[in-house]
């Protein structure tokens, strides 16, 4: 037993050791004094439009405001209804609220997904949207979502904040939808040193909503069109997401390896331990490797205790949280995820961890099963 860190879920001390290019990039920048909007962000959004294979990408300060930015830009506001599963993080729900709009949360299946079928379930006259989540860097078929979409006649909005470099049916997240939001936030795929994200779209009008809005509704220096906010994304974080998105693919091949070695090993170790299942239709991000337990919190402590960083994503579905019963919702509403939130379990599966770390990882839960 040790207290000292052996498998760290924590990268980032080793995703910047080295941040000569950046500072270069930064040099660059700050002999322009272009600090606001400008060049260095413009250049960025060019590269990332045509990496996910997208017309039109805006970057904003974080990827919550990228979910409210887009979803202002849709028109859903008071009245409205957001179907939205119910395994999220606090920020596809709060984005939903913060434009006035009521959740409906939906049920997820044995991949951590939405369940499309749930989804289903749950329309009324008042649904306006879907908000399918790439939930810790897989995705929903968004096929499936977008045929449902079609027969009931609702936008789509896709929260693909994890799901940078995924792939679905050969396309990235967020371009099946009417609009796309990522973040890039630290723990995220394509991480800026802060805060940060992006909306992508096809649709012109919207792409020019949005680009007023983000910025005071301004059209010059001395008129605005519409009110609008700050929700720039800072130049400095632009010139560090050019740089990590040069290095992503590989990053992610990576992180897809080590998926592959979990799943093999601890999906052979029998019935208390269930790996999800994948889909050859969609490589994933990585963004968090879970797995489900029995007797998972027996299972973190000793990942723990071993130096194993283990964590929970997330012991509490929102629909049980203290806004998710005000909205109406209570314990057995949601079966799946409720089932899954006892027994998830996250471990570090990180670009950076080495071979021995992670059969260190598959070891410590092995050894964990074998005291039982
Ligand atoms: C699924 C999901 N949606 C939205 C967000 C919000 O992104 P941000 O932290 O950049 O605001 C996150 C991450 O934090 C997330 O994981």
Known sequence: ??????????????????????????????????????????KFESEFADYIGSPHCLATNNGTDALILALKALGIGPGDEVITPCNSFYATTGAIVAVGATPIFCDVDERFQADVDDMDRRVT??????????????????VKVMDLAQSHGLLVLEDACMAIGGKVHGQSPGTFGDMGAFSMHPLKTLNVMGDGGMVITKDDDGMRWMLQYRNHGMVDRDHIDIWGVNMRLQPLQAVVASHMLTSLDERLAR???????????????????VVPPRADWNPETVSLYMFQADNRDDLIAHLVANGVEAKVHYPVPLHLQKPGHELGYGPGDMPGAEAQADRL????????????QVELAMGVVEDALARR
């Open 255 to 273: 992180r897809r390896e080590i998926q592959r070695t979990y799943d093999e090993h601890l999906g052979a170790l029998g019935p208390s331990i």
């Open 1 to 42: 037993m040790s207290d000292a860190i052996r498998v760290p879920y924590n990268y980032l001390p080793m995703q910047f050791a080295d941040y000569s290019e950046i500072a270069a990039g930064w040099d660059a920048l700050i002999k322009t004094a272009d600090f606001t909007l400008g060049a260095f962000m413009e």
């Open 125 to 142: 006259p008042r649904t306006k949207a879907l908000l399918p989540v790439h939930w810790a860097g897989a995705s929903p078929d968004m």
């Open 345 to 356: 379990v996250t471990l570090p599966a990180h670009e950076y961890l080495t071979e021995l």
